[in-house]
Structure formats: C-alpha cells, structure tokens
C-alpha cells in the first residue's frame, strides 16, 4: 500500500535546492536521505510532512493531496496520521515526561505502552519534570510521545543526534519493529550514513537531484 507519494518537487530559497524530485513510501518501508548540510534535507522532510509548501509539485499521503487539503482537514490528518520526530524535542517544559505523553494520549485517543517506555529505558524517569532530564532523556521522551500517537507515517530529522552509538541503533530497531507491526513507514534525515543504510532505501540529496544509492 502507498502511504506518500510526492511528485516532482522543487524549492527554492535564496537559491535553488532540488528540483523535480519523486519519492514514494510503501508500508511497512523505511526510507533514509542523506547529502551534504545545506544540501535541502530538511527542507525535503518539511515539505514531504506537511510543513512547507513547495514552489513546484504534489505531495500524496493516503490518498490525499495535502496541499489542496482544507486546514481543518489538514490539521486531522496532522493530528491521527503523521508523526514528526526532531533533533530538537520540543517537549513541554512545565510538564513531566509522563504529562507529555499524556497530552499526546488526549489527542489521539491512544493508550500509553509501558513497554515502549522500558524499550526507550524512560520508564525510571518518566515522571521527573522534563527540564531535570538529560538530553538524551529528553530525545527519547519526545520519540515515545509520538510513538504513542500510532501514526501512519513517522517523519523524522536526525531523531538519535543526542543519543549515544548504542542507544540509536536500538531507537532505529524500534522504529523499524514499529513499522512493520503498525503498517505503517519512515521517512528519516540524517548525517549518519551507517544509521541510514539500515534503512531499505536510501537516497542521496546532491547537486539539486535526488538519487536512489540503495
């Protein structure tokens, strides 16, 4: 089944950074781009979850045209579809790591997994305020609240930056267990070429194309 298809994607900022770029993402598939810093990664990732318009192109993610969508429609498919994952948490300060999985349990009407929290080894820490975290704490916090989610898509932009060699490639086993048994997909960004070659495909962002090199 055909979770995204984008087509013929293009943007430009001060300068051009891609033009005419396809990618479709299948469930039960991850998918990893890489390329140089300034390359347009992010950009890419921003405009494929919805965030960022293109100059040029579609973006399909169900079915759907998201950006012809009306807000209202958008901000659903946002809310029960799509989960974002950035090196930045974006956690709520004033809350403890619980509370904040218990305001993405509130929005998708999802249980919280206590074994997702022993998976990403939280469970210890789960009810400390995010702000007594360490950042690697606080990544995997942030990974869990979108997990608790169930979404259909997982977008997600350098998710292990703050997390040692040997947590990422748990947190990258996860994510690929998770896939498989929600059928659901991954499209992530990153500088670790290692990390992205566990991915089934990895395409490479360079000289303003986008090329399969797995």
Do not use: W
């Not at 305020?129 to 608790?148: H, P």
């Not at 979404?151 to 947190?171: Q, R, S, Y």
């Not at 048994?181 to 962002?205: F, P």
């Amino acid at each position: 089944m055909n979770l995204l298809q984008a087509t013929q994607l293009s943007h430009t900022f001060e300068c051009e950074l891609f033009s005419n770029v396809s990618l479709e993402l299948n469930k039960h598939e991850s998918i990893a781009i890489v390329g140089m810093s300034g390359s347009g990664k992010s950009t890419l990732l921003h405009i494929l979850s919805s965030l960022l318009k293109p100059n040029q192109g579609k973006v399909k993610i169900l079915g759907k045209d998201i950006y012809t969508l009306k807000n209202a429609d958008l901000a659903a498919l946002k809310r029960n579809s799509l989960g974002l994952v950035f090196q930045s948490h974006y956690l709520f300060k004033g809350f403890s790591a619980y509370e904040n999985l218990e305001v993405s349990k509130l929005l998708s009407q999802q249980n919280i997994d206590e074994t997702l929290l022993h998976r990403l080894q939280i469970h210890e820490c789960i009810h400390q305020k995010v702000t007594e975290l360490s950042g690697g704490q606080q990544q995997r916090v942030s990974i869990a609240r979108v997990l608790t989610k169930k979404p259909k898509l997982i977008f997600a932009d350098e998710p292990t930056g703050n997390l040692d060699t040997k947590t990422a490639h748990e947190v990258m086993q996860l994510f690929f267990e998770y896939t498989k048994l929600n059928d659901a997909g991954m499209i992530l960004v990153t500088h670790d070429e290692h990390l992205a070659y566990l991915c089934d495909k990895v395409y490479k962002l360079k000289d303003k194309a986008l090329i399969q090199v797995k």
